[in-house]
């Protein structure tokens, strides 16, 4: 059976998505009508249904993604050129809403081998931490890294150096120089074997800013602390900085008011010479290290998933093949008990009426919409927007508004009711599917979804991106084969087959499910934990898309 060329996403949409390059001037038919567009249609990218006229509507995934602005004709491309950023307007809950939950007989009884923390989360990963509080003590940070990482046997593989040695060596003798795959450093065997690696997470924040800026960070530091990836802390602090220990531990307390994992906080100002302090934070952290080391892995219910939804780099396919497999996955998990985390705020434009039905309460979904507006406020006062959200590359591949690109975003949620409301740094503790405020951007987006508690992250990505996170294995699916095939050093799991027409959304989110099972026990390493992609950037409360 030959693949379809082209696809209406929604029965109501005015437009149809190129699968495929179309040829100017070349026949289409679909559903029985012809279309013939005047110029090429690239794949990923959209053309007209009908003669669109300016003031139009453009409807797509069912709902408004833009506004035309110069006459298109029935086939014609749309464009940044003709088309502008239009979206639907929301307000209070209507409706009670009812999801029909998928079954999930063949799932009910799986289990992950995870880390059994006391509080009763368990983790996938087995790691320690090491963070400054203030950007003061990144140095002293990265000299217990130097200390740490490769006596312990967690040293990164000196490849690249390894190389350049070797190409000093052919400019001095005229050697033939090896090939970059004989160069790969044997990493050294691990001392704590039932610990995946000791995290040093240096940053840029802690003073100056906003006094809010260092609340919001020590809030992310404690969910990076309570995480279930993680054993303990290790904490530096200068002394006199806005980010004070005691704002730290203060967080902690509100996600574990019984601290029961261990915190050794060390303040330079009281320590003296830094030497001091650096020697009593190595013998601290060994210690530490030593009682990680004692849990090993054993089962756990799928219910202790903590899923991350987050797309990045993404292309016309996103909202047709990745981003809905893994709200398939979103809705298993929250049909099994477990968490899923849905955010990027700014790329939720124009789909919020749909969330907000969703809310199981009232409550919870006038909590979205103050943060919807208030996020909107701050963009509009720097003299910004969601509408400038789209990256060129997003436009470059397809979407060409930011509704366009929040209507495929979306779709990663699934169908489950949202169980609850976050605002950034909250912890996620409700079973279901959250919404979580954070930026689109990539890291800062990760970063805040893994200091929510995500043990687990599912990344689509139309255009490719390395991005991984310091404690939580994300993994990486592309939504078109040529993708996978390109860059198959960065991608997990390639979904293009739902491009081709060859499987289906739900065959594909079992699939990908399977695969979370098997990161989740530590039987596979994602391409990111593979590469060493330890991204971390703060969210700093003030207008990033």
């Known amino acids: 059976m030959a693949a379809e060329k082209v696809l209406r996403v929604d029965p109501k949409d005015n437009v149809l998505v190129a699968l495929t390059q179309l040829p100017a001037g070349e026949a289409i038919t679909f559903d029985g009508e012809q279309y013939v567009p005047p110029s090429e249609i690239p794949a990923k990218q959209k053309f007209a249904m009908r003669d669109f006229a300016i003031g139009d509507e453009i409807i797509m995934y069912g709902g408004i993604v833009g506004l035309v602005r110069q006459p298109i004709p029935r086939g014609g491309l749309l464009s940044t050129r003709n088309v502008q950023h239009d979206a639907s307007g929301f307000g209070p809950k209507t409706g009670n809403y009812v999801w029909h939950a998928p079954g999930i007989s063949a799932w009910a009884s799986r289990t992950f081998d995870g880390y059994h923390r006391a509080d009763g989360q368990v983790g996938t990963r087995n790691y320690w931490l090491v963070i400054p509080l203030v950007f003061c003590e990144n140095r002293n940070v990265e000299a217990l ?51 995946d690696g ?58 574990d008011p019984a601290l029961r994992k261990p915190v050794f906080m060390f303040e330079q100002q009281k320590s003296g010479l830094e030497s001091a302090m650096l020697s009593d934070a190595i013998r601290a952290t060994f210690d530490g290290l030593i009682e990680a080391n004692r849990l090993t892995r054993k089962p756990a219910p799928l219910s202790k998933l903590t899923i991350g939804l987050k797309c990045g780099g993404s292309d016309g396919f996103s909202g047709i093949s990745a981003n809905p497999a893994i709200g398939h996955v979103s809705d298993l998990v929250a049909a099994l008990g477990g968490k899923s985390i849905l955010s990027e705020f700014p790329e939720l434009c124009g789909v919020e009426q749909s969330l907000i039905n969703r809310c199981v309460d009232a409550s919870q979904a006038d909590r979205f919409i103050q943060l919807m507006r208030d996020y909107a406020a701050r963009a509009k006062a720097v003299h910004s927007g969601f509408e400038m959200n789209p990256s060129p590359g997003n436009i470059k591949d397809g979407l060409i508004t930011d509704a366009m690109k929040s209507a495929g975003a979306a779709r990663k949620g ?36 893994v200091g929510a508690g995500a043990n687990v992250v599912l990344f689509t990505t139309g255009l490719g991106t390395p991005t991984g996170n310091p404690i939580t294995p994300v993994i990486k699916l592309s939504t078109n084969t040529s993708l996978a095939e390109r860059m198959s050093d960065i991608i997990d799991i390639d979904t293009g087959a739902v491009i081709r027409g060859e499987t289906t959304i739900e065959k594909v989110g079992e699939s990908i499910l ?14 990111a934990e593979q590469l060493n992609q330890n991204d971390f950037i703060p969210w700093k409360r003030g207008v990033s898309l």
């Not at 490849?159 to 004989?182: N, P, T, W």
């Not at 009711?417 to 912890?427: F, K, N, R, S, T």
């Not at 399977?514 to 391409?527: M, N, Y």
Request: net charge negative.
């Open 145 to 195: 890294r130097d200390a740490f990482e490769e006596e312990l046997g967690y040293g990164r593989p000196k490849l690249y150096r390894r190389q350049v040695r070797q190409l000093i060596e052919q400019l001095h003798q005229g050697s033939k120089v090896a090939q970059q795959d004989d160069l790969a450093a044997r990493q050294q065997e691990r001392i704590f074997p039932h610990v």
């Open 198 to 255: 000791v995290r040093f997470l240096v940053h840029e924040g802690g003073c100056g800013g906003t006094r809010q800026d260092s609340k919001a960070l020590c809030g992310l530091l404690a969910g990076y602390i309570h995480h279930p990836n993680v054993a303990g802390a290790t904490v530096l602090s200068l002394g006199c900085q806005n980010a004070q220990p005691a704002i730290l531990m203060d967080a902690l307390r509100e996600r």
């Open 414 to 449: 699934g169908t489950s009711p949202v169980c609850a409301v976050l605002d950034y740094p909250e912890y996620d503790t409700t079973p279901g599917l959250a919404l979580l405020c954070t930026p689109g951007n990539d890291v800062e987006c990760v970063t805040a979804q």
């Open 514 to 527: 399977e695969s979370i099972i098997d990161v989740a026990s530590g039987k596979v390493q994602t391409k």
